[in-house]
């Protein structure tokens, strides 16, 4: 089994690490910490992506866009 925390450092607690041992019981794990990248930080990493989504805003700002209610986008989408 694995699992992800993606936490504030503020957020750990004797609580979280009774909730991996309650998860994880008698078993061996390896505890990685890493600083997370920002999600925009993240999207603008690559410069395939960082062209694309600069090219998505201009279409938004030259009212290029498509709007639909959450409604809408379910019907279509399923999610």
Same mark, same amino acid.
Request: aromatic letters at 8%; charged letters at 30%; a negative charge.
């Given at each position: 089994?694995?699992? @992800?925390?993606h &936490?504030?450092?503020? =957020?750990?607690?004797?609580?979280? $690490?009774?909730?991996?041992?309650?998860?994880? +019981? /008698?078993?061996?794990?390896?505890?990685?910490?890493?600083?997370?990248?920002d999600? @925009?930080?993240y &999207?603008?990493?690559? =410069?395939?992506?960082?062209?694309? $989504?600069?090219?998505?805003?201009?279409?938004? +700002? /030259?009212?290029?866009?498509?709007?639909?209610?959450?409604?809408?986008?379910?019907?279509?989408?399923?999610?």
């Amino acid at each position: 089994m694995t699992t @992800t925390y993606h &936490l504030n450092v503020n =957020e750990l607690s004797v609580e979280l $690490l009774n909730s991996i041992k309650a998860a994880f +019981k /008698d078993k061996t794990v390896d505890i990685t910490v890493s600083e997370s990248m920002d999600e @925009t930080e993240y &999207l603008l990493s690559s =410069e395939a992506n960082k062209k694309m $989504l600069e090219e998505s805003m201009q279409q938004i +700002k /030259d009212g290029k866009g498509i709007t639909f209610t959450l409604e809408e986008f379910q019907k279509k989408y399923g999610a």
